[in-house]
């Protein structure tokens, strides 16, 4: 093993090794035994102090712990689940039950799906932790036994053993004795007698004078190390033909316990009677009732030997399916049993023993595990002397494991299955490192576990889990785990914490090795070897080292510098770099080694230098870097001033300490790079000067204030400086952050008060006006400047100075701004406002002379000029909400403001007096708000909290101005008066004299279409009400009386009619008459004017070559033709005739009039206008009487039938047409039905065949059941059933008193509910008449080759379309493709998205 490096040739030790040259290097066993021996378990408990996090559950005692004799004669079959006594014993429930279904022992690599429910693999731990594991091959053994095997024909190495000497036994029967030194001191054993096979376990005892060899042919020996004499050969110890799998001693040397392949255990008892060595044997565990395949003594430490626990020789063994804890002394009982659960049968049952520190005690803990899941057991004793366990966190692994082993009492290391190795922190389960070990070649005991050399007679379970196992290949020692290789022997240990440093250092991996190291300092690194003593030692031994490594990485940054290339990659390399060495320095408080050795190695590079300024800054401006010498801080600010990086400049400025600094030359910076709050703060910290950055600012915003300019960006920000300066000053805080010290805040105070109140500024000119500063503090911000004196009167305490400055201060702001004439109304009123709150404070100690406040009032009540009207209401409206109302007499002030127009200081004025009706006022004259007039109304009524006499008094001025609220907004006035007062409307219209302000009203009153939110049932407006409307309707807007009647309801119709009949509008009285069911009057008032609109035609200049009454002709012929139509139906032949003859003469007069040798201008557009009559009235009025009135019209009678030639024409052509389609569809229909009928008797006739001979529900076949009630019903679909399987799958449906059946499978796989498509009737084996109907029905079968019929056609049937026609048309004849028939159950044929007219024939079916 190597030495640790000298502190003194840290540099050597730095130099990169291989990973190879580490593994050859020649390795001293004695002096690791010595150097790792067990852990000081008083150290163990002072660092375990603050590392406990298990969760422990303490298992209750079982009150009769069961007799190994009754273990032994459970059942163990593996079929069978074992069944705890207690369930709650060990918690089983956490247990993850995923974790046992592996396919194969190598399941982290087989991909198969439990592998992929496990722990997500952990990331690589090597930046982390380093490499924690050293492993080195023993060169001296590992070549000796291969000469072995060459030389005496030993065989291959099969078992190793480590105490202070190495025992490794061969294939051959040999077990070779290695000393510290790797020396072969002995040869035990002899190849020439090959009875005993191969060495199969090796146990050395406690004080390495013995050891047992066991064999694959089931013998024992037992040799003295010392003289290397065969002491003992045992061959009856267990049964015969089986081999010795484990063979250990116990504490005690004359018992061990040995476990063979037949899964049974043994306890062997050496003694010695008269100089005659004898060993007695006696059965633990029989393997006929369970095998045992994994046993582990609990060995004690010497230091532990008192322990009270070691009394009880306590043993651990596993059997295939539970793990049993027995105690040997003082005598046999069973402390704990726990079952597996399920898991894969190929994975190896490991255990393993240590002791630990948990709550101080120092106790044995057990880990179990099998397959992916390491189970810790902590075992405790009693004080009446019974012992506990404990279950505490167990571990979930993404492998399986086949070996297990403490390395100390927190750290542990696993093998799984693809020989990896992964070493873990018990506590946080980390992985702290993983190893490939493949190279060693791991001898595994495969041969022995399924006892080859006896014949292989095992169990196969047995023998499956051998193949995995390499129980004996692998032995613990001292802190050194050994590995046993065909041809070599391994040793692993921990690296101590200057060996894993140094580790990444020769990987050059510096900035791991600097975390690794700093993870050792603060105590947070896991597998800690090398560090003892208290934390504050441990902490300096570490510290040490980390600045050695920082010199070295500062150099390494130095030479490993580009010196070529761009500047960039210069800076890119030092930013990488020279933060860490910052980080470092600063975390181990190192700051005298930062800013000398550091800064001065770092200094001889321009760019590094750079770098490193600048890593300081985010220290500084989180105040974790204090005391930063001159000059570094000298050279921090020519860095970044040289950089043009200002901003950065002053937020460094403030966080440092400037006193020993040049003062001057920073403050000279300052101001010429505008850094205003690094140069209050350096004249505030470097020189406690207060006042001098307050004139320096003074100087710079005062002229331009003054002469009346506007400020520029710059001196507004400065401004705003000065005034949060102030502020802070005043208030005891220190200018930009933290706080002024205790002791010198009256003393700025005091300085700020006096500098503020000077009379005049240092070296005024004489031209300066009073008071410059305060001056030049209202003129820039007024309300601000204010705030910040507010603010401070509200800190100061009462006493006798500071009532003197306050009231010194508010006169000379009275007297500036009040004798001044430059202050805008807004800054006057501001001051106003200020005073008037300081005064309303109950402790109030200022005096301001009232006459001031008239004045003010003055002032903003009659200005010069009309300007700022709002700004000066708003003002004087401030100033009495923050209690200025006190300072004047209310009646000069509601006086004054009405004056002045101030409507809003009029309603604060009447508020306050609860004068609500004077403010309706206030609102209807303010042009502004008038419109919230409505809202402060409906408030003021609605509202609960003012009396009745004010709500009427509000109501009544409401009253008073109604016309001007209707002129306002109608439908605001009218929501108005129908929420609060609807039984007064008659006195409100009585109100409105001016009639177009009534008609308004009334329209938004009563016409729901203008949108106010009233209930009309509520309002019960008499008809007299809406008949005055109706009238002013007709008179302002005479083209909307029709649409208004239509959605108006009290009114009534005979004086209605009379009023629009006084108004000459006829379309209005025809729609009024013909609602009161006299129809033939509406009729004849249209005729009439349709008679004066021809009139008007026939009399018309035949010049004229446009004329728009035609127009009108249409129009008023078209409204009359759908009066006759909308009321036809409804009355007799005669009545009909009535309203159509008279409308046909009235088309054909003009005609008759004009001579056939001068036809009329409009003859032809009058003639299809007869047309059309001809054709509405035809649908009405028979054929043959139409024929005969003309025929017998005395003009037609004597005339020629020339002139009625082509009327007469007209109507043969109509009726032809009809005549055809009505043949047509006829003709149609009757082919369509016969061909339905033909298709439908085939798909009747036709047969079904049936898919399968079973019941598609039951799998039985049909013909097994022979219950005479049940029948078979077969589905066209081809599935076949029971009649009592269906029922009971509730697949009938009753329609019409019928039963009808739908086909379970195809129903249940469709979820579908439809009976059309998917229901069938069957053909029977026993056919049920069905009841008689009244009217003939289609059966069942018929419906469904009818439906299948429908969907072979591929859409509606003819029939179906022409009867929604003929429905269509009987309910409104002149909407043929109308929606007639309204709701969700109606499904017309023209609306389905694949409808369409199929003017083809049928298909011809063949027979």
Request: glycine fraction near 4%; proline fraction near 4%; charged fraction near 25%.
């Amino acid at each position: 093993m190597e030495n640790e490096p000298d502190q003194e040739n840290v540099e050597q030790s730095l130099c990169a090794k291989t990973a190879d040259e580490e593994l050859n290097k020649p390795f001293n066993l004695e002096a690791s035994l010595s150097k790792f021996s067990y852990i000081d378990l008083d150290k163990e408990l002072e660092f375990k102090n603050d590392l406990i996090d298990d969760k422990e559950f303490d298992i209750p005692q079982v009150d009769t712990p069961p007799t190994l004799e009754s273990i032994l004669n459970e059942t163990d079959d593996e079929d069978e689940s074992f069944i705890l006594e207690d369930p709650t014993l060990l918690n089983i429930d956490t247990i993850d039950s995923h974790s046992y279904d592996t396919s194969s022992v190598a399941s982290s690599d087989s991909g198969d799906r439990t592998n992929l429910k496990r722990k997500k693999k952990l990331p690589d731990s090597f930046s982390l932790h380093g490499s924690v594991m050293r492993h080195s091959l023993l060169k001296g053994i590992s070549a000796q036994i291969v000469s072995a095997a060459d030389k005496v024909d030993a065989g291959l190495p099969t078992a190793i053993a480590v105490s202070s000497l190495i025992a490794v036994g061969t294939s051959h029967g040999l077990a070779l004795i290695f000393d510290q030194n790797q020396a072969l001191r002995l040869c035990l054993g002899s190849t020439s007698v090959g009875q005993y096979g191969a060495i199969s376990a090796l146990s050395i005892n406690n004080d390495c004078s013995r050891l047992l060899c066991g064999f694959a042919k089931g013998q024992i020996t037992m040799w003295d190390l010392a003289s290397g004499k065969l002491l003992r050969s045992i061959t009856d110890a267990h049964p015969p033909g089986t081999a010795i799998l484990h063979i250990k001693f116990t504490d005690d040397p004359t018992l061990a316990i040995c476990n063979d392949s037949g899964g049974s255990v043994f306890e062997l008892t050496f003694k010695r009677v008269m100089g005659v060595r004898t060993c007695e044997s006696r059965c633990l565990f029989s393997g006929s009732k369970g095998e045992v395949c994994c046993i582990e003594p609990l060995h004690s430490k010497p230091e532990l030997k008192d322990h009270p626990i070691t009394q009880f020789s306590l043993l651990a063994m596993a059997s295939l399916t539970k793990i049993l804890v027995i105690g040997l002394k003082p005598s046999l009982k069973v402390w704990m049993t726990f079952p597996y659960g399920r898991m894969d049968p190929s994975s190896v049952p490991l255990l393993a023993w240590h002791f630990v520190a948990v709550h101080n005690y120092v106790n044995p803990m057990l880990a179990f595990c099998r397959g992916d899941v390491v189970h810790f057991l902590l075992v405790k004793r009693d004080d009446s002397g019974a012992i506990h366990v404990t279950k505490q966190k167990h571990l979930h692994l993404y492998y399986d494991l086949i070996n297990f082993t403490w390395i100390n009492s927190r750290t542990v290391v696993l093998l799984d299955s693809v020989e990896k190795l992964h070493v873990i922190d018990r506590q946080t389960q980390e992985e702290l490192e993983t190893v490939e070990i493949s190279e060693v070649q791991l001898v595994y005991n495969s041969s022995h576990f399924k006892s080859l050399a006896t014949g292989g007679n095992v169990s196969q379970a047995l023998a499956l889990v051998g193949e995995k196992a390499c129980y004996q290949s692998i032995s613990s020692y001292g802190g050194q785990i050994f590995y046993l290789g065909t041809k070599s022997v391994y040793v692993m240990m921990l690296r101590s914490w200057r060996e894993r440093v140094d580790h990444l250092l020769k990987q050059d991996c510096l900035t791991e090795a600097l975390a690794l190291a700093w993870s050792f300092h603060e105590g947070k690194a896991k597998a800690v070897v090398g560090l003892s003593g208290d934390a504050s030692k441990r902490k300096a031994v570490v510290a040490d080292r980390m600045v050695e490594i920082l010199f070295h990485y500062a150099d390494r940054a130095l030479k490993k510098c580009p010196d070529q290339g761009k500047i960039q990659v210069m800076e890119q390399h030092f930013q990488d770099m020279v933060p860490v060495i910052v980080d470092y320095c600063l975390l181990l408080q190192r700051k005298d080694l930062l800013f000398s050795q550091v800064y001065d190695k770092l200094s001889e590079n321009s760019v590094a230098k750079g770098v490193f300024l600048e890593c300081l800054e985010p220290y500084i401006l989180s105040d974790k870097l204090v005391g930063i010498t001159p000059q570094v801080m000298k050279d921090l600010i020519v860095h970044f001033q040289d950089k043009k990086l200002m901003e950065h400049v002053e937020a460094l400025i403030v966080h440092m300490d400037i006193t020993s600094l040049d003062i001057q030359q920073i403050v000279l910076m300052c101001w010429e790079n505008r850094l205003y709050d690094a140069m209050i703060y350096v004249y505030n910290r470097g020189m406690n000067e207060f006042i001098s950055p307050m004139e320096k600012l003074f100087r710079v915003i005062a002229p331009p204030l003054n002469a009346g300019k506007t400020l520029t960006d710059e001196q507004v920000v400065m401004g705003n400086k000065l005034l949060v300066y102030i502020s802070c000053c005043l208030a005891g805080r220190a200018y930009p952050l933290g706080d002024i010290p205790e002791d010198l805040v009256p003393l700025v105070k005091n300085q700020v008060f006096e500098f503020l109140i000077r009379l005049h500024s240092t070296e005024a000119p004489p031209e300066e006006e009073i008071y410059p500063y305060i001056r030049t503090l209202l003129h820039f911000d007024t309300r601000e400047f204010l705030n910040v004196l507010a603010l401070t009167f509200e800190d100061f305490k009462n006493d006798k100075q500071a009532v003197e400055y306050q009231q010194r201060i508010v006169d000379i702001l009275l007297k500036v701004m009040v004798e001044n004439s430059d202050f805008t109304p807004s800054q006057v009123g501001c001051l106003f406002t200020f005073l008037a709150r300081q005064l309303a404070k109950p402790d109030n100690t200022l005096f301001v002379n009232r006459t001031l406040f008239d004045q003010v009032l003055e002032f903003l009540c009659s200005p010069d000029d009309d300007s700022r009207h709002s700004e000066r209401q708003q003002v004087l409206l401030e100033l009495l909400q923050a209690g200025g109302i006190v300072q004047f007499e209310e009646s000069r002030l509601i006086r004054m403001a009405e004056k002045a127009e101030f409507y809003q200081i009029c309603e604060f004025m009447y508020e306050r007096e609860h004068q609500y009706d004077k403010i309706i006022d206030c609102y209807l004259r303010d042009p502004l708000r008038e419109e919230e007039v409505f809202n402060y109304i409906h408030n003021i009524l609605s509202i609960p909290g003012h009396s009745a006499e004010e709500k009427q008094a509000v109501w009544q001025k409401a009253m008073d101005h109604i016309e001007e609220l209707v002129s306002l907004k109608p439908c605001k006035a009218a929501e108005l008066v129908a929420t609060h007062f609807s039984e007064q409307i008659e006195i409100v219209i009585k109100k409105l004299q001016n009639q177009v302000l009534l008609f308004k009203f009334l329209r938004s009153l009563l016409d729901p279409r203008e949108g106010i939110h009233v209930n009309q049932e509520l309002l019960q407006i008499s008809p007299c009400i809406t008949e005055q409307f109706i009238e002013l309707l007709c008179q302002f807007s005479p083209n909307q009386v029709i649409e208004t009647l239509q959605v108006l309801e009290c009114y009534r119709l005979e004086e209605t009619i009379q009023i629009t009949q006084k108004y000459q509008l006829h379309e209005v009285t025809a729609y009024l008459l013909e609602k009161k069911g006299d129809i033939h009057g509406a009729f004849l008032i249209m005729l009439k004017k349709l008679q004066s609109k021809l009139q008007e035609i026939t009399h018309q200049d035949e010049n004229t070559k446009e004329d728009p009454s035609l127009k009108d002709v249409e129009e008023t012929l078209v409204e009359t033709i759908a009066l006759c139509q909308r009321n036809s139906h409804n009355l007799n032949q005669q009545q009909r005739e009535a309203l159509w003859f008279p409308l046909l003469e009235a088309m054909m007069a003009p005609q008759k009039l004009s001579s056939s040798a001068a036809p009329h201008l409009h003859s032809e557009a009058l003639k299809s206008l007869t047309m059309q009559v001809l054709n509405s009235m035809a649908a009405f009025i028979a054929l043959p009487s139409i024929l005969q009135r003309i025929l017998q019209d005395p003009v037609y009678g004597k005339g020629k039938l020339g002139e009625i030639q082509g009327l007469i024409l007209g109507m043969l052509d109509t009726f032809n047409y009809e005549q055809t389609l009505l043949e047509t569809t006829t003709s149609l229909l009757n082919q369509d039905l016969h061909w339905s009928l033909c298709n439908l008797r085939a798909s009747v006739t036709r047969g079904l065949n049936p898919k399968q001979d079973y019941c598609s529900i039951c799998l039985q076949q049909y013909k097994r059941r022979q219950e005479m009630a049940d029948e078979i019903i077969v589905f066209s679909c081809g599935h076949l059933y029971h009649s009592f399987c269906l029922q009971s799958k509730e697949c009938t449906v009753e329609i019409e008193g019928q039963t009808r059946w739908t086909c379970y499978k195809c129903s249940s796989s469709s979820k579908a509910g439809k009976l059309s498509e998917n229901s069938s009737e069957v053909k029977k084996g026993r056919i049920t008449p069905s009841q008689a109907t009244s009217e003939p029905v289609l059966d069942p079968q018929q419906i469904q080759a009818f439906d299948q019929l429908c969907h072979l056609y591929r859409g509606g049937s003819r029939l179906a379309l022409l009867t929604e026609l003929s429905q269509n048309r009987s309910s409104e004849s002149y909407r043929p493709f109308g929606s007639s028939q309204s709701g969700p159950a109606f499904n017309s044929i023209f609306q389905k998205e694949n409808f369409q007219l199929q003017l083809i024939p049928p298909p011809v079916t063949e027979d």
